[in-house]
Structure formats: structure tokens, C-alpha cells
């Protein structure tokens, strides 16, 4: 088995607002494998932005509570200097935001913008070295007529162009690690299968490591190997991809799971959907954060509503539930009846 590329160790992040003290992560735990992929899965609000914005080592503003530890290789994010943080991004850590078109500059042609990403880590670099090295990585990522299209602006792309363009950026220093946040949610559905293909491509053919933040459980089953599902800033499932989608073991993600229709759904057959809305992060639930919500925590008696549950393993992966195995077992069987 290869070595932890990523170990995060009870990371917390709050952020002090005019409301009160917000608490977007909690004591999260989690690592990531030279070579794999892992998906960070929860509703909006669970703290998978911010759990990436803080490996990105983003997080310095002064109204920021940062503790724990982020470990990429043996570097440790949390603390560091800013001047160090900015020479490991782009370089050996990269990330993909969501909406390409935000993340472009209209004003300046492509081709600058990618090479900015190389010139950075190498400011020896001549422009003809430039110039190849992003005709070099368009073409990686799949951009046609790329030495012609070097020269054009953004608004000349279409979603999904532009979304190969900004993996390009993110790619053109081969990170060890890219954090792909919701990269394919502002793209439609065949344009969101090429990216899928392309991300899984690039990973095989480079071992780059892969940290998928999506709540959308079709990408993750296409795309990952183990999911890390969140809520409300906590980590409450740690499986690997099959055992996720075959036996769920905390009650939100079985929630989650029941909320995404299958091909042999009957047409008018009601959507499933879990009670309630995620908690304010100004005002966490005590004992577990989902007991407002949960239809099972009548069979964990008191302890849901006075202790906050630990990760602890059930079978092959980690859960932060109260409820017994053989009680996971039967909700999985649908035999553990709900309130
Ligand atoms: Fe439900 Fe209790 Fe498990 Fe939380 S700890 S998910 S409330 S059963």
C-alpha cells in the first residue's frame, strides 16, 4: 500500500462573523493515497469548500480559527508562512473550481493565462518554453487546434472548453494532489461525462492524487475510490466506493443514497428526500448535528441528543453514529423501522 500523500488531523475551522461564531469544520480526520481518488460528499454548508480551501492553506484572513494539522508529504499547512503555502500551490497541490467562467480573466487570452500558472514555479522559463509547455498541456487536456487557440480569449470557449482550460492551469505544474471542487456542476451532462473521463484519464496516466468535493453521488460512483461523506462540518462516513453504495452505515448517507432515483424507478413514484434542512453553523444541534433529521435515533436512545458521536469502524469503513451494527445492518435490510 503506498504512503499517506495528505494527512489532515483534526482540522477545525471557525470563522468569527457579527452573528456569532460560525463553526464550518469540526475535527476532521481523513487522508489521501499517492494515486487516489476521494470524494468529499454533503449537502451545501457541510465544510467540504472550506476543508479545501484550508489544504490550500486560503484560509489566513484574521477573522479565521485554524486548528489541527494538514500534512501534505511532511509539510505542515496549518502555521506555515504564506510565502512557503504559495510555493507548494500550483505546484505540488492545485485546485479546479467550479464555475470556469468565473475563474477566467475575460481580458486576457488563454494562453497567458495558463502560462501565468507555469511562470510562477519557473521564472527562468523563456517565452517559447512557456509558449510550448501550454500548447503541450491543451492538448493533455484535450483542446483541439491547440497552437491556434493558445491565442483566443474565454468568452470564444464553450463551458466545457473553458472548464479544460482551467484544468490545464491547475495541471501545467503536475501537482501531486488536484482538488477538484464541484467541477462539473455549471456543465451539462454530456460535457460533464467528457471532464469526468478526462479527470480519470489524467489520474491514471499521471498518479495524480484526486480530492472530488461533490454532492452529486452519480460523479462520485463514476469517479472515486473511497468517499468521505460530511455534515455539518464533521466527517460522519469514511467508506470505499462499493461498500458505500451497497451498505451505507450512517443513516444520512442512506438518507442521501435514497434521495437519488434509480433507472427502474416507477415514473410517478414519490422522490425520497431527508427530513428538515441542514443546522445554521452558528447554532450546531447538540450530541449528534443530524438528530433532528434522523428516522433511526429512537434506536440509539438518549445519546443521540446528549453526545456527539465519534468515527469509529463498523465493518471496512468509519462511521459517527450511535446505532449498534446489527442496527446498521437492519436499516440497511429496511427491516430497523422509522419515525
Ligand atoms: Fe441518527 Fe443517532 Fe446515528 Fe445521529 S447518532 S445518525 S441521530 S442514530
Known sequence: MSKNILEVNNLSVSFNTSDGQVHAVDNLSFNIKAGEVLGIVGESGSGKSVTA?????????????????????DFEIVGAKDSEVRKLRGSDIAMVFQDPLSSLNPYYKIGVQIGEAYETHHPDASKAEVRNKVIEVMKKVGIPEAERRIDS??????????QRVVIAIALINDPKILIADEPTTALDVTVQ??????????????????????????????????????????????????????AP???????????????????????????????????????????????YKQWAGDKCLVQKPELHEIGNGLTACHLSKTDIERMNKDELPVV
Not at 486560503?58 to 508529504?73: H, P, R
Not at 460512483?221 to 470505499?240: F, I, K, T, W
Open 53 to 73: 480551501s484550508a489544504i490550500m492553506g486560503l484560509l489566513t484572513s484574521g477573522n479565521v480559527n485554524l486548528s489541527g494539522s494538514i500534512k501534505l508529504n
Open 153 to 162: 480569449y474565454p468568452h470564444e470557449f464553450s463551458g466545457g472548453m473553458r
Open 193 to 246: 461525462a467528457q471532464i469526468l473521463d478526462l479527470m480519470r484519464d489524467l489520474q491514471k496516466t499521471s498518479n495524480t492524487s484526486i480530492i472530488l468535493i461533490t454532492h452529486d453521488l452519480g460523479v462520485v460512483a463514476e469517479m472515486v475510490d473511497r468517499v468521505l461523506v460530511m455534515y455539518a462540518g464533521r466527517a460522519v462516513e469514511v467508506s470505499d466506493i462499493k461498500a458505500i453504495f451497497s
Open 249 to 295: 452505515i450512517h443513516p444520512y448517507t442512506k438518507g442521501l443514497l435514497n434521495a437519488v432515483r434509480s433507472l427502474d424507478s416507477a415514473i410517478r413514484e414519490k422522490l425520497a428526500t431527508i427530513p428538515g434542512t441542514p443546522p445554521s453553523l452558528l447554532n450546531i444541534p447538540q450530541g449528534c448535528a443530524f438528530n433532528p433529521r434522523c428516522s
